[in-house]
């Protein structure tokens, strides 16, 4: 799988990929991930890249010419799956949508930054518009860190334990169970007797009735659906 990923602040990216999962993912083979710095595509002397709105109002607009160069640019050598817009006016994401861009081979993820991106790149370029959360970030570079380690930690053999990803929280539109290591008795907080008892039968009930009683309480619109 490759992620390229348009930035003007790469940076930001690059640190968090060179910890975490995501490190031992590329270092593996598993995922290529390439950040483009849209100042390198910038327009004149100045590698300009922003500029005021039309109509008035504050805020600077990332430019269609250099995000249009630089798209283009990585045309020629990929064909995306999808090329994704990050945006808080975007489609909330959830795990069925990491679910299924896990699958595919190629993605392009857009940082808008400022206001925005000039409108007419979404109509040229983008194909989806994702957000990831109702609140507003400064840039679109911590939500496409967030994106690429949802997807890239469901590559199969990225994660250690391969059933391990198919257990979190929402795979099945439930929230997890609770989870216990050693000891078995802290200052007499004991581990529940069913985990101890090597029946995988009973702890399965038993797991499966906790997640159902920890999203009754905790998200019961997870059930609704
Ligand atoms: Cl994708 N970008 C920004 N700037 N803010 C956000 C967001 C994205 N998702 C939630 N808030």
């Known amino acids: 799988m490759k992620i390229d990923i348009i930035s003007c602040q ?6 968090f990929f060179s910890q975490s999962i995501v490190k031992n993912a590329i270092q593996n083979g598993f995922v ?62 959830n795990q069925k949508t990491v ?28 194909t989806q518009e994702i957000s990831i959360g109702d609140y507003v970030l400064s840039g679109g570079e911590i939500a496409a860190a967030v994106l690429t380690d949802a ?3 469901l590559i199969p053999g990225v994660i250690n ?3 391990s990803a198919l257990t979190d929280s929402f795979q099945d539109d439930l929230l997890a169970p609770p989870v216990y290591t050693r000891p ?20 399965n009930e038993w797991r499966l009735d906790k997640s159902i009683e920890r999203t009754t309480l905790r998200r019961p619109d997870l059930l609704a659906k």
């Open 10 to 15: 790469p940076g930001l990216i690059d640190g």
């Open 32 to 93: 290529e991930i390439n950040t483009h710095d849209l100042r390198t595509f910038g327009t004149g002397n100045y590698r300009q890249i922003d500029d005021y709105q039309y109509g008035g109002g504050a805020g600077m607009v990332l430019m269609i010419e250099p995000l249009a160069r630089l798209i283009r640019s990585l045309q020629q050598d990929t064909i995306y799956d999808q090329i994704i817009y990050l945006t808080p006016d975007g489609k909330t994401l």
């Open 99 to 126: 679910n299924t861009l896990s699958l595919t081979q190629n993605l392009l993820l857009i940082c808008g930054h400022y206001k925005g991106i000039d409108e007419r790149v979404r109509e040229l370029f983008v």
């Open 151 to 153: 997807i890239v930690r």
């Open 161 to 163: 334990d391969e059933t």
């Open 184 to 203: 078995a008795d802290f200052e007499g907080t004991k581990v529940p007797e069913v985990l101890l008892s090597g029946n995988e039968k009973l702890i």
